[in-house]
């Protein structure tokens, strides 16, 4: 039975570094382009689209500013960069948190208590701090 728990470990273990590296990557993109000199080679696509602004226009300069600790400025370019930020921030800890604890989690409480547990708390970390991109997201279906 332990050995059965065990094998599971490894599959969890690779996907949350796995999600660890990618969010490694984003702070990686938002440190190395600057805000001030708009050096970004991916654009926003739904402005490409639709020639206006969104919710998530400048979100990768409110990075850059996030990353080099200019709150303000974070802000002027988007209302929400602080906000998702932070959500990145709280979810590479709790990968990190889950990478270094995963054995004796499942161990102590079972491996499905312990994907719950992790589940739940990332799509209620995800709804609360993604919501104006769902009000959004809504607002336009009702306008098609």
């Given at each position: ?21 990618f969010i490694l990557l984003i702070?990686?993109?938002?440190a190395i382009f600057s805000a ?101 997201m809504i607002s336009m279906l009702?306008?098609?």
């Open positions: 039975m332990l050995a059965r728990r065990m094998a599971r470990v490894i599959p969890y273990r690779f996907i949350n570094s796995v999600l660890a590296a702070f990686l993109y938002s001030a000199k708009s050096d970004y080679p991916v654009r926003s696509a739904q402005t490409l689209l639709n020639g206006a602004p969104s919710e998530s226009t400048g979100l990768s300069r409110g990075f850059s500013s996030m990353i080099r600790l200019q709150f303000d400025e974070a802000r002027e370019y988007n209302r929400y960069s602080a906000r998702l930020f932070f959500f990145f921030v709280i979810q590479l800890f709790l990968r990190c948190f889950f990478i270094f604890t995963y054995s004796s989690l499942v161990l102590k409480t079972g491996i499905r208590e312990t994907v719950l547990v992790d589940s739940i708390i990332s799509g209620v970390l995800l709804f609360v701090f993604f919501e104006p991109f769902w009000r959004e009702h306008q098609a």
